[in-house]
């Protein structure tokens, strides 16, 4: 019959501390170290015909930098447009007011996002305005299923278009 020592306990403690602190740096990475109520953001909102595969908590970027979330999704009862809110990190309150929206994927299969493309104008959009200039998702099948039944070309589904004739050689 083997007796606890203090050495085991220890070791056991020691385990479940590192264990406990490595679950609490995992969540604080996959949280993008924004514990709280999230005072550090403005909200903006933007129109889309079409989210694609858009989720809550999708990330918006800017040139490839994360610089806020998508907070909200609601439909337009009127236009029946999607109307999505985006949470923007105070540290970029000063976007454009021409600055546009658009919704990608990264590669392939991958998430969608939200890319902003700041403009030119001088004047900033304020907290709660609705970016102006927007861009659907892309819908692959729908590309995919043009491209193999000719929807694309404007002729009759599954014609091909019009091959150029060859001249006779002299």
């Known amino acids: 019959m083997a007796i606890r020592g203090p050495r085991l306990e220890f070791a056991v403690g020691a385990f479940l501390v590192l264990a406990l602190a490595s679950l609490l740096v995992l969540a604080f990475a996959s949280t993008n ?57 105070q540290r970029y309150a000063e976007l454009p007011a021409d600055t546009s929206a658009g919704i990608f994927t990264s590669g392939l299969l991958g998430e969608s996002y939200i890319g902003l493309q700041p403009g030119g104008d001088p004047e900033a959009l304020r907290p709660g305005d609705e970016i102006a200039f927007t861009q ?13 039944f000719g929807g694309a070309s404007g002729g009759e589904a599954g014609a091909s278009p019009p091959q150029p004739m060859e001249e006779p050689l002299p």
């Open 33 to 89: 170290r924004q514990f709280g109520l999230g005072g550090g953001s403005y909200p903006l909102t933007a129109r889309f015909s079409n989210l694609g595969q858009l989720r809550l908590q999708a990330p918006v970027k800017i040139g490839g930098v994360v610089v806020g979330r998508v907070d909200k999704v609601e439909l337009d009862p009127v236009r029946f447009d999607s109307i999505v809110t985006l949470a923007i990190d």
């Open 136 to 148: 659907p998702a892309i819908d692959l099948i729908q590309l995919v299923g043009k491209y193999m």
